[in-house]
């Protein structure tokens, strides 16, 4: 996830990393809120002044970059990364590789495996990407909005 650091900023990174910790399937935009210390209505507007997806999508995006590691370094095939995420079928991951990506799982293997997924999300017109909006003052969205940083509990900015 070292390739997403440049073209991100601190704020949206601390979210990107906190979410790889939570890829599993079950695990939601209110719950990522709640490691965070934040509401979800709060997690929104941060993502968004950080031109992150929704809390959800960005749930996925990462998931998808799991996904895409695991199909590329290990050379799994699809069906054992959706067991290991706990799924009963490969399909709930095809279609969403599909609907973000506008790739199959075969085309992120043999394409880059997550280097193509991180092409992908750092589109402008990725799924979920929400252009953002600054607040009356002139300052970022961002800049006054803290949370939790589930390591250590160290609050970030």
């Known amino acids: 996830f070292d390739a997403l650091r440049p073209h ?3 704020d949206a990174m601390a979210i990107v990393e906190t979410s790889v910790q939570y890829a599993w399937p079950d695990f939601s935009s209110r719950a990522l809120a709640d490691v965070l210390g934040v509401n979800v209505k709060t997690l929104v507007k941060q993502c968004r002044a950080s031109g992150l997806p929704s809390p959800g999508a960005l749930l ?3 998931r998808l970059m799991v996904v895409a590691y695991l199909l590329e370094a290990e050379g799994r095939a699809l069906e054992h990364v959706a067991s290991a995420f706990g799924l009963e079928s490969a399909s ?3 279609n969403l590789m599909k609907r ?3 790739l199959r799982s075969l085309e992120v293997r043999t394409g880059g495996g997550l280097k ?3 092409e992908a999300f750092l589109r402008d ?3 979920g990407r929400q252009e953002p909006r600054p607040r009356r003052d002139g300052a970022s969205a961002g800049e006054s909005m803290r949370w939790r940083i589930p390591d250590g509990g160290e ?3």
Request: glycine share 10%; charged share 20%.
């Open 8 to 10: 991100l900023t601190t």
């Open 60 to 62: 996925n995006w990462v």
């Open 92 to 94: 709930p991951l095809r």
């Open 100 to 102: 973000y990506t506008g």
């Open 116 to 118: 193509v997924v991180v």
């Open 125 to 127: 017109d990725a799924f």
């Open 155 to 157: 609050e970030g900015r």
